[in-house]
Each structure stands twice: as C-alpha cells, then as structure tokens.
C-alpha cells in the first residue's frame, strides 16, 4: 500500500519516535513530518507508510481532550482522546498531596484544549485508586480522600498483588491512562492488568532508558477484557502552565455550586469582603489546602 495514506493511533511516544497502530492492526515505526508540536500517545494520526514496517506521520486529527504537563518552557503530553483517567495514590511513600489535586485540575481542563474541529469534546473521567490498601497505613490515608468522593470523584482501593476485579470493570472496553507519582505501584497494576506488558516494558527500558532511572516513554496496552491502557512516567510535580482564570475556577467542582454567591460579581475567591468560597473555606466545607492550592495557581495565571 505504499503511498496510501492510513488512519492509526498512537501506541507509543518515545522523544521524535512513534509506534502507530493502523486501523488493519499494522504497526509503523514513524517520524513525524515537518514542525507540528507534540505528539501524544493515542492521537489519532495519518500516516503514509515507508515499506512494510515504516511510516511518516502526516498530520494529527483533532482531539476530543488532551491531559498534559506544562511550564514555561515546554509542555509535556500525556495522552489524547482518553476516557477515563487513573489517578494513582498510596499511603507510603509519603503522599504528595498537591500532586493529587495537579493532576485533577489537568484532568478537568483536559476537554477545554481538544483541537481543531473535532465532533465531540468530551471529558475525561476520573477515579482515584488508593492502591496498596494491605498496608496498615492506608486506612487514615483514605479517610483523608473521602473528601475526593464527596465532590463526586469515583474513589476505589486496590491491592496490586490481589483482586483487581472492581478496577478491571472501569476499564473495560475504555481508554484508560495510569497517572502518579513513583512508587504509587504503577507499573505493579499494568503488569497485573496486562499480562503482556510485562514483557514490553522491561524490553523498552533496557533498549530506550538503559542507565536512565525513569521511564520517559508513554505507551497503550491492549487490555485482555477489552480497551486499552496507557502508562505514563511517574512524576513529582505537575506544571499547569496552561491554565486559565476560567478554565482554573471551573477546575474545582466544590466551587461551582457557589459561584455567583459572592458580593463581588467578579470575585477572585481571594480575600475579597463577602466571598462566598473563602466563606466556605472558613466554616470547613471546603478543604483549606485545596483553596490554598487555587490561591498559588490564581497568582500564577495573572503574572501569565
Ligand atoms: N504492599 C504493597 N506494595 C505494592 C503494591 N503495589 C505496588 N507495590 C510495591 O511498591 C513498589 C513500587 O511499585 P511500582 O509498580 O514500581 O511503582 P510505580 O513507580 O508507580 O510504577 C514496588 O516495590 C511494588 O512491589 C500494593 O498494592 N501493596
Ligand atoms: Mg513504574
Ligand atoms: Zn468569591
């Protein structure tokens, strides 16, 4: 078929190389032509294939959402088109709490940068795992995140070396992306959820990483029930770069039934008189570090 332009996904995402899956289930090794920003894993793409196992991508489909890491400098993608969002956590090693509450922004604002003109924009789904729930501490750690569930965040606890089966039904049939900090028991799931992945990921860290200590791929596995699995690097920190006033307000669900409340039409939740938010935050039912949170990214935005 050579010349042909085919229709595929991204499966993997290592620096200027790409694995793309064809709609057939061919898979190209690419590049990508000319200057067109980043590449996420499962973006849909076009591609003109070189010979049976090489391609060139030539451009990307507009995407639904894009979940993605930013700063100043440069943006981070993590993956395109997702359904749902795997938020990972543990109680040990110590929990990064405002990674947690980064990555549910990111999330939330992942519809608002879908590109082009796509037919649907959709949100991505989010659920918390609190995984190693075998460990004793684990117990006052997910008191703590009931907070999450309250807000409407679908929360479940996992061990990774025991039954995973609640877990599996979220996934199934879906696009589902791993996100954490390292040591959560990332990789521990996908190797328990994918069989196969097992054998990959060891093949691309020895081939790709050697001497590195992270991973720095993204890459989908097929799940064995249907729907696949996309593993990310584990992260420390999580840049919102790329967040709005608008997009940053409407990225914290316990605000939304407040909004309008306030004294001041165009109240920043701040520490303006009257503010229905701080209010809450005052009286306990809203959580002051995720206000605090709100505050550091509001300051942020305007100095953008
Ligand atoms: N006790 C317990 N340990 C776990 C669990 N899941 C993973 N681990 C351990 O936590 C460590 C980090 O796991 P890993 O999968 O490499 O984490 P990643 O950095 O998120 O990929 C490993 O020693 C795992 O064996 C779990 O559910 N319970
Ligand atoms: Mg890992
Ligand atoms: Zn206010």
């Not at 922004?105 to 924009?121: D, Y």
Request: charged share 20%; aromatic share 4%.
């Amino acid at each position: 078929m050579l010349g042909h332009a085919l229709l595929g996904h991204i499966a993997a995402a290592h620096g200027k190389r790409f694995g793309v899956v064809t709609e057939d289930g061919q898979r190209y090794d690419c590049v990508i032509r000319g200057k067109q920003g980043g590449v996420a894993c499962h973006d849909a793409v076009e591609i003109t294939p070189i010979g049976a196992t090489e391609g060139v991508i030539e451009r990307i489909l507009p995407r639904r959402n894009l979940l993605y890491r930013s700063d100043e400098l440069r943006s981070k993608l993590i993956a395109a088109n997702v359904d749902l969002a795997v938020l990972v956590v543990a109680a040990s090693p110590a929990p990064l709490p405002e990674l947690l509450d980064r990555c549910l922004i990111a999330t939330e604002i992942a519809a608002g940068v879908a590109t082009g003109v796509t037919p649907v924009v959709a949100t991505i789904e989010v659920l918390i795992v609190i995984n190693k729930a075998d460990l004793p501490e684990t117990k006052a750690y997910a008191e703590q995140l009931q907070y999450y569930a309250r807000l409407g965040y679908r929360v479940l606890s996992t061990s990774a070396h025991g039954d995973l089966s609640a877990l599996k039904a979220h996934l199934k049939d879906r696009v589902s992306v791993l996100v954490g900090a390292s040591g959560v028991g990332k990789s521990t799931l996908l190797n328990a959820l994918c069989p196969e992945a097992n054998a990959v990921t060891g093949t691309i860290s020895t081939a790709l990483d050697a001497g590195r200590h992270t991973t720095t791929h993204t890459r989908s596995h097929a799940l064995p029930g249907g729907g696949l699995l996309i593993d990310s690097p584990g992260m420390q920190a999580f840049g919102l770069a790329h967040l709005t006033v608008d997009s940053l307000t409407n990225a914290f669900p316990e605000f939304t039934p407040l909004i309008g409340q306030c004294r001041f039409y165009n109240c920043r939740h701040l520490k303006e008189p009257g503010c229905a938010i701080t209010a809450a935050v005052e009286a306990g039912t809203i959580n002051r570090q995720r206000w605090r949170l709100y505050r550091t990214l509001r300051e942020e935005v305007k100095a953008g």
